[in-house]
């Protein structure tokens, strides 16, 4: 029950503390954010130009045009894992959304780990998203090629971690600043994204020269070799749809700072993740329906940038590329402040270093300003860490993707487990699947583990595409995976688990 006079926002924002109050914390984070915040909020981590732009080269190096299958593949996964979560967000509408759910589905223990994963997973993801400005930017004008000329391996990744430098702390600020500040930069964003999204849709297909028959069955001859075949390469180039679609939890991440986010976060979860696969798919087919070469060289190296310019000219071509930058930008806030909120909250249970010190929250400000440093930050090191690698962007972006699929693997198999013993209820009123939650959750499950596995897969034009060949960058994912997750529990178990627990300044009042 909530305490004290009635919050701004009225019945709903009563609604929301109270939720918050039954999981035993007080609200301080300042409620504000209204139904196009949420939705703004998941599709702009989605961010369909972002992702798009960032990998359409990879999937047409590896799996030709015909990658466009894995966009529908993978949209049909993660919509089952998306209902689940939208059940857990109208039950458990909280900060660090997947934290408190693998807390609340599987005990402390597959909660800390579960928010551990999604904390350094994010830390990894805002520094891979950040990369993408090198893919746009220099292609809009050579000034932005502050390193070198670009024509050797290594200009390109010097390059792409100085951008993405000066954007994380353009995030570090804009998230240090309050929530609103954020929601309205991130809003008026996300409103330029979609406009341009579906004006390109538009342009693109004023220019097509060719069928989708003959894009969605030209593979270049690709896994001819292999003993898989075709399949085995296609399964390669799905790492460029993968990557788009996740993320769609943080509308309810930022549950406590939203208006009746029991119903709204929902919404918002299923709105962002079917606005992405419809906008971006059509985009992705009419490109490659309209390229004036289908089998350029370009497409390969210059992406769907490189598409736009060729197709619509650089005049029309650059305005969609600053877009695009918008569409990135908006991206790195979206994931920064996902990360602030998952921090957030498993510090306030005293579940990180220094927990009092991360869970403090501005009273200028109304939001958690040390855990915006400290994640922007480590997303900056993760960067300057990786200068010299020119196989940066693949092997960043498929570390960061698998991290997000294993701990959303941490919801949603305790959630299975929970149906099984006819433990899980959903909320009376709320989002529920009904009879159709046992066999969406036994999806959710199985294509979150199949997905993992996939894309950890030891592929040298993944993890080790340039250079002398090493066995331990081959399993770069499941060494880097394996030290984060081992070596995190066993400091949980042996020092913080005897910590945890609410703070007391966090604790919810009980009459």
């Given at each position: 029950m909530s305490t004290g006079a009635e919050p701004a926002g009225g019945r709903e924002a009563v609604q929301g503390d109270d939720?918050?109050?039954?999981?035993?914390?007080?609200?301080?984070?300042?409620?504000?954010?209204?139904?196009?915040?949420?939705?703004?909020?998941?599709?702009?981590?989605?961010?369909?130009?972002?992702?798009?732009?960032?990998?359409?080269?990879?999937?047409?190096?590896?799996?030709?045009?015909?990658?466009?299958?894995?966009?529908?593949?993978?949209?049909?996964?993660?919509?089952?894992?998306?209902?689940?979560?939208?059940?857990?967000?109208?039950?458990?509408?909280?900060?660090?959304?997947?934290?408190?759910?693998?807390?609340?589905?599987?005990?402390?223990?597959?909660?800390?780990?579960?928010?551990?994963?999604?904390m350094t997973a994010t830390m990894v993801t805002l520094s891979a998203v950040a990369l993408a400005y090198q893919i746009t930017l220099p292609q809009i004008d050579d000034w932005f090629q502050f390193v070198g000329d670009g024509s050797q391996p290594g200009d390109a990744a010097a390059n792409a971690v100085l951008l993405g430098t000066v954007l994380i702390l353009f995030s570090t600020l804009v998230n240090a600043f309050g929530v609103q500040l954020m929601a309205r930069i991130n809003s008026a964003g996300v409103f330029i994204e979609l406009i341009a999204a579906v004006a390109l849709i538009v342009f693109l297909a004023a220019h097509i020269t060719r069928g989708p028959s003959s894009v969605l069955t030209e593979t270049y001859g690709l896994g001819s070799g292999s003993s898989l075949g075709y399949f085995g390469a296609f399964l390669t180039a799905s790492l460029?749809?993968?990557?788009?679609?996740?993320?769609?939890?943080?509308?309810?991440?930022?549950?406590?700072?939203?208006?009746?986010?029991?119903?709204?976060?929902?919404?918002?979860?299923?709105?962002?993740?079917?606005?992405?696969?419809?906008?971006?798919?059509?985009?992705?087919?009419?490109?490659?329906?309209?390229?004036?070469?289908?089998?350029?060289?370009?497409?390969?190296?210059?992406?769907?940038?490189?598409?736009?310019?060729?197709?619509?000219?650089?005049?029309?071509?650059?305005?969609?590329?600053?877009?695009?930058?918008?569409?990135?930008?908006?991206?790195?806030?979206?994931?920064?402040?996902?990360?602030?909120?998952?921090?957030?909250?498993?510090?306030?249970?005293?579940?990180?270093?220094?927990?009092?010190?991360?869970?403090?929250?501005?009273?200028?400000?109304?939001?958690?300003?040390?855990?915006?440093v400290v994640i922007g930050t480590v997303g900056v090191i993760i960067l300057v860490v990786n200068i010299d690698q020119p196989q940066i962007f693949s092997v960043i972006t498929s570390i960061a993707i698998i991290m997000i699929y294993v701990a959303y693997l941490l919801v949603t198999v305790p959630m299975l487990i929970q149906r099984l013993r006819g433990e899980w209820h959903a909320k009376e009123g709320r989002f529920s699947l009904g009879r159709f939650g046992l066999p969406i959750n036994v999806l959710a499950v199985l294509w979150g583990a199949a997905m993992s596995l996939n894309l950890a897969w030891p592929r040298a034009e993944v993890y080790n595409a340039t250079g002398p060949q090493h066995w331990y960058l081959r399993w770069g994912a499941f060494l880097f995976i394996g030290i984060v997750a081992l070596g995190g529990f066993a400091y949980y178990w042996f020092v913080q688990r005897h910590r945890t627990g609410v703070l007391a300044e966090h604790r919810a009042e009980v009459p």
């Open positions: 939720s918050l109050a039954e999981m035993g914390y007080r609200p301080e984070l300042k409620r504000t954010l209204g139904n196009f915040h949420t939705f703004a909020a998941g599709i702009s981590y989605i961010s369909i130009l972002t992702g798009t732009f960032q990998l359409f080269y990879f999937g047409v190096s590896f799996g030709g045009p015909a990658y466009w299958w894995s966009w529908p593949m993978v949209f049909t996964g993660q919509l089952m894992v998306a209902l689940c979560f939208c059940e857990l967000a109208a039950r458990y509408p909280v900060a660090g959304s997947v934290y408190n759910w693998a807390k609340k589905m599987g005990g402390p223990h597959v909660g800390w780990l579960g928010g551990w994963m999604m460029a749809s993968a990557y788009v679609m996740y993320g769609f939890d943080t509308a309810s991440s930022l549950g406590e700072e939203s208006h009746d986010p029991g119903r709204n976060a929902p919404r918002a979860i299923l709105r962002a993740l079917i606005a992405s696969f419809l906008i971006g798919g059509f985009i992705l087919l009419f490109a490659l329906m309209a390229v004036p070469d289908l089998h350029a060289k370009e497409l390969s190296t210059g992406g769907l940038q490189y598409v736009v310019l060729e197709t619509l000219g650089p005049t029309i071509g650059e305005i969609f590329l600053w877009c695009v930058v918008v569409a990135i930008t908006v991206c790195v806030l979206a994931v920064h402040a996902a990360g602030i909120r998952l921090m957030f909250a498993m510090a306030r249970d005293n579940n990180l270093p220094a927990g009092s010190v991360l869970a403090k929250v501005s009273p200028r400000f109304r939001t958690p300003v040390i855990p915006a």
